[in-house]
């Protein structure tokens, strides 16, 4: 075992970004814990058993193969916090709602082993604020790890410090991502959206605004920005259903709320057709329909 090994990492989070994370990490040899909220009735790790079952089934190979899905335990918040003391690395992945992020970590707090990383897979959330609810002993081992989705494809992984994180911490990550999970890493500042979503999420509201201003067919837009440049069949609304719609609302509101003063302020809106099927729960893959696949 070299020094940038992790013995067992929690997955803080069973959805789209969650459970294909613990997932990959399986596929790869490492033990996970996979937590989310425990259902309000019936079986309580529900949650986390539905996320385990979808990524057996999806196509064309399944997320996690057979064998390697016992390397996922599966819990939840109520019943299951002393868990993560056998954790090394934690990697949250819930909603991209601050307060959200900040509720969880005060409570995994008093839970974690001492000197275990605490890693937040955000799209683009202040470290600095995320890092401040915890206990100023564990800040030094809190920075963020971006994943890509979907993450067993998609090699870009950001590191980002907080205010706080040592030094040694990123070197451990780094080499742990690269030579174990296959990923390709690059370090990013603090910044509202860190660099990868700074840009993507311009673009995207770009293309999604002249969708609307054009009058064009949302498959039109995927061929047009897709194979036809070279680029995959899933460049734009396809990719947004796997995304999921609600994330990049999440993501669209952080940016307007940490960069008041942005020359682009303007264009951190919601598209209104993205909104209301928002409104309508129509958030993409996870829920049957988004863009694609009316419900
Ligand atoms: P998701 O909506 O698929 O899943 C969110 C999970 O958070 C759910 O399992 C839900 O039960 C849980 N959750 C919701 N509210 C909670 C709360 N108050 N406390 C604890 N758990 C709660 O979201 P996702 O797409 O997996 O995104 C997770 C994180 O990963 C976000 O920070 C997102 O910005 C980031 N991310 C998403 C993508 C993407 O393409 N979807 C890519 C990179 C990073």
Not at 50 to 79: C, H, S
Request: charged share 20%; net charge neutral.
């Amino acid at each position: 075992m070299n020094d940038s090994t992790f013995r067992k990492v929690a997955v803080l989070g069973a959805g789209v970004m969650g459970a294909q994370i613990a997932a990959h990490l399986a596929n790869a040899g490492v033990p996970v814990v996979l937590f989310d909220l425990a259902a309000p009735s019936g079986d309580p790790n529900g949650i986390v058993t539905k996320a385990l079952k979808g990524l057996q089934k999806l196509e064309p190979a399944p997320f996690v193969t057979r064998d390697r899905v016992n390397y996922i335990d599966i819990a939840n918040y109520d019943q299951h916090l002393e868990l993560l003391r056998e954790c090394d690395l934690v990697i949250e992945a819930i909603a991209e709602k601050l307060e959200w992020k900040e509720s969880l970590y005060a409570k995994i707090a008093p839970h974690l082993a001492p000197g275990a990383i605490i890693a937040s897979n955000t799209s683009g959330l202040s470290l600095a604020k995320l890092s401040a609810v915890l206990p100023e002993s564990l800040r030094a081992d809190f920075c963020g790890v971006h994943f890509f989705n979907p993450p067993r494809y998609m090699p870009l992984v950001e590191l980002i410090p907080a205010p706080a994180t040592r030094h040694g911490v990123l070197d451990r990550l780094e080499p742990w991502l690269v030579s174990r999970l296959g990923k390709g890493v690059v370090r990013a500042k603090d910044t509202p959206s860190f660099v990868a979503n700074r840009i993507g999420v311009m673009w995207l509201l770009t293309v999604a605004h002249h969708t609307e201003r054009l009058g064009l067919a949302f498959d039109e837009v995927d061929a047009l920005t897709g194979p036809a440049i070279g680029l995959p069949k899933s460049a734009t609304y396809r990719l947004l259903d796997v995304v999921g719609l609600d994330t990049l609302g999440y993501v669209i509101d952080g940016l307007r709320s940490a960069l008041p003063d942005d020359p682009w302020q303007c264009h951190y809106t919601v598209p209104g057709w993205v909104a209301a099927l928002i409104d309508r729960g129509m958030l993409g893959q996870k829920t049957g329909g988004g863009v694609y696949r009316k419900q």
